[in-house]
């Protein structure tokens, strides 16, 4: 189970037993107290308690880079601040975010894009709001026939969303948080996803200076571990992967999950494969299981134990199995 709910004991100790009025010997009062609050998602602290005010809020993101016919998606608003972020693989070999918010609202996430056929099953074990643009009649049906689901598409949303006046159609959709929490959604706070590391403890695998994902093209996204930061550094090539501000986004934790897609759109995230989790400049190489789509996805190492993350942001990339993953390691210390 998740270990970095902190139990604090005050005793207060006396050098004899206290006697009372009556001479009888009296304990010494001993008192229990919770540490503070720990948002769901990230393991980090929420000292405030707004993470268990709100459930989860999932948007599809768009991840068009620019070209002759489309001013594309990127830079992203929002993503930045997600506690978890999925990385699917779309038609054409372009990749989407389906982004989820709780312990942080930004002003606005976006750009909105459409559902797609493997989204009803991700969205499952947390539920809450699912906020998106459109799609095809199959895949907007069974997100939409998710039990205890609310969804959320630009006409229901009202000024939830608004169109942005400095791109144009269909690059230019965007989620209000602050007014997207408070159409409700179920339940308040979501459960966890992950378990993560207590205060004493530090993720240990192989040393990893970079590594590149390998979707397809230009898809293809490369991490550089950051140890100043701790965090890893997301790029396309040479480009760095920036926010709206111009700001590169770093993570915490990444996981590779190897996936099944018949067709893509439509990964399984049901089942089982393989798993490369990265955390703390290291990797570790395991497997991925889920028995059905109200479980959560399990991250276990080779002798089947749960793989605890550094608390913090969480991006899993649900690659197409047998496409690549390169991972570099750091030079070796000078004598």
């Known amino acids: 189970m998740r270990r970095f709910a902190v139990l604090v004991v005050a005793v207060l100790a006396v050098a004899l037993p206290a006697c009372s009025s009556d001479g009888s010997d009296e304990s010494s009062p001993t008192t229990t107290q919770e540490g503070p609050p720990v948002a769901p998602l990230t393991g980090l602290p929420d000292p405030g308690g707004e993470a268990a005010t709100r459930s989860a809020l999932w948007v599809k993101v768009g991840n068009q880079p620019p070209n002759a016919d489309d001013e594309g998606a990127r830079p992203q608003s929002g993503l930045e601040l997600a506690d978890v972020v ?115 403890g530090t993720f240990d695998g192989e040393d990893v200076a970079s590594f590149v994902v390998g979707f397809e093209g230009p898809f293809a996204v490369t991490y550089a571990w950051d140890a100043a930061n701790g965090v890893f550094l997301r790029s396309y090539g040479e480009t760095p992967f920036v926010d709206a501000t111009g ?57 089947g134990n749960t793989i605890e993350l550094t608390p913090g942001r969480t991006w899993i990339a649900l690659l197409p199995n047998g496409r690549p993953v390169d991972v570099t390691a750091p030079p070796p210390a000078a004598p």
């Open 247 to 303: 700001v590169q986004i770093g993570v915490t934790n990444v996981i590779v999950q190897f996936t099944h897609y018949p067709n893509p759109s439509q990964g399984s995230t049901i089942g089982e494969g393989d798993a490369w989790v990265f955390s703390n400049g290291k990797l570790v190489r395991g497997t991925w299981q889920r028995d059905s789509a109200e479980e959560t996805i399990r991250y276990l190492d080779a002798e």
């Open 86 to 200: 999925y990385e699917e693989l779309a038609e054409g070999g372009v990749t989407r975010f389906a982004a989820v918010l709780n312990s942080t609202v930004p002003d606005r996430v976006g750009p909105v894009r459409s559902v797609r056929d493997m989204d009803p099953d991700l969205v499952r074990p947390l539920l809450g709001i699912f906020a998106y643009s459109g799609g095809l009649d199959g895949p907007v049906s069974a997100i939409r026939s998710v039990p205890g689901l609310l969804t959320q598409n630009e006409t229901e949303a009202g000024d939830a969303m608004e169109r942005s006046s400095d791109r144009g159609a269909p690059n230019n959709l965007y989620v209000l948080p602050n007014v997207m929490f408070g159409r409700g959604g179920e339940p308040k706070p979501p459960p966890p996803l992950f378990e993560f590391l207590g205060d004493d």
